[in-house]
T-cell receptor
């Protein structure tokens, strides 16, 4: 079945550091890929998405590229801020059930001032 | 933007009692809502898909008689944990997409979750 694997946290970085959170997936067919973010005390929000191979999703300085050859969708940001501290979830949805989303385990990110 | 309200945000109940969790779409209609469960340090596990006006579709391994789902209107779905036991303690999250949308053209909107503790 479909699944998502992402790096375990917590990840602690200093402000302005480079961020990478790894995510790989297993899926039949051609899923869409997502990154969701959960800020403290809030619900999940869509951060970015990519719907086909080689697409790059981007938002708020974060980027992720849909790599079919490596079945990956790693999240990157060139310079993190304290306000980026949150839990990040990699996820996929299958075209056969477009609103049914499978999540990774989440990665907690903490940024030190 | 679209808001999903989930209530209560936390609840403590005694073993053997039932607990109802509500999920409301506040400014949009949602034909389909989803219920997730999250264990500590684990991913969100999809429990069931709630369809307005029809029976919910449960994922494999989820007891439908234990987790009763009702989706009586386009803006409200409820999850009732019946005869709760300590192992049902968890974080429950609902989500919804706008009617006619899907994950490609209409992102899911999530509630803030409900922390259930069964003593």
């Amino acid at each position: 079945g479909n699944s998502v694997t992402q790096m375990e946290g917590p990840v602690t970085l200093s402000e302005e550091a480079f961020l990478t959170i790894n995510c790989t997936y297993t899926a039949t067919g051609y899923p869409s890929l997502f990154w969701y973010v959960q800020y403290p005390g809030e619900g999940l929000q869509l951060l970015l998405k990519a719907t086909k191979a080689d697409d790059k999703g981007s938002n708020k300085g974060f980027e992720a590229t849909y790599r079919k050859e490596t079945t990956s969708f790693h999240l990157e940001k060139g310079s993190v801020q304290v306000s980026d501290s949150a839990v990040y979830f990699c996820a996929l949805s299958d075209r056969s059930s477009a609103s049914k989303i499978i999540f990774g385990s989440g990665t907690r990110l903490s940024i030190r001032p | 933007g679209a808001v999903v309200s989930q209530h209560p945000s936390w609840v403590i109940c005694k073993s053997g009692t039932s607990v109802k969790i509500e999920c409301r779409s506040l400014d949009f209609q949602a034909t389909t809502m989803f219920w997730y469960r999250q264990f500590p340090k684990q991913s969100l596990m999809l429990m069931a898909t709630s369809n307005e006006g029809s029976k919910a579709t449960y994922e494999q391994g989820v007891e439908k008689d234990k987790f009763l789902i009702n989706h009586a209107s386009l803006t409200l779905s409820t999850l009732t944990v019946t005869s709760a036991h300590p192992e049902d303690s968890s974080f429950y999250i609902c989500s919804a997409s706008e009617t006619g949308g899907n994950a490609y053209n209409s992102p899911l909107h999530f509630g803030n979750g409900t922390r259930l503790t069964v003593t």
